[in-house]
Nanobody, 123 residues
Framework: QVQLVESGGGLVQPRGSLRLSCAAS????????IGWFRQAPGKEREGISC????????YYADSVKGRFTISRDNAENMVYLQMNSLKPEDTAVYYC????????????????WGQGTQVTVSS
């Protein structure tokens, strides 16, 4: 059974940090591209950071570039999102997802999704 489970969300003050984790099981994790997405109330889900298997590079949306860092541990079937200098506009439900094909951070390319974890940035 394919499963992705996020954790690490919560309430944090502006300029604070959080580290999200995503545990994967039930599929050949190392062969998939991994991405982090988020969805704020009333907005579409957006890709914020995704890995590429072709050259090992990563994509970051302009809104998080320089503040967020994606990493993965294939041996442990884990992916992480380190979020620093958080802003109120980062408030959203964060999802990890996996894709066997494609090369972008578009939602439509990702076939396996976690249930999401809430991140709220507020003083």
């Amino acid at each position: 059974q394919v499963q992705l489970v996020e954790s690490g969300g919560g309430l944090v003050q502006p300029r604070g940090s959080l580290r999200l984790s995503c545990a994967a099981s039930g599929f050949r994790w190392a062969y998939y591209r991994i991405g982090w997405f988020r969805q704020a109330p009333g907005k579409e889900r957006e890709g914020i950071s995704c890995t590429r298997t072709s050259d090992g590079s990563t994509y970051y949306a302009d809104s998080v570039k320089g503040r967020f860092t994606i990493s993965r541990d294939n041996a442990e079937n884990m992916v992480y999102l380190q979020m620093n200098s958080l802003k109120p506009e980062d408030t959203a439900v964060y999802y990890c997802a996996a894709a066997a094909r494609g090369s972008t951070c578009r939602v439509s390319e990702y076939t396996h999704w976690g249930q999401g974890t809430q991140v709220t940035v507020s003083s």
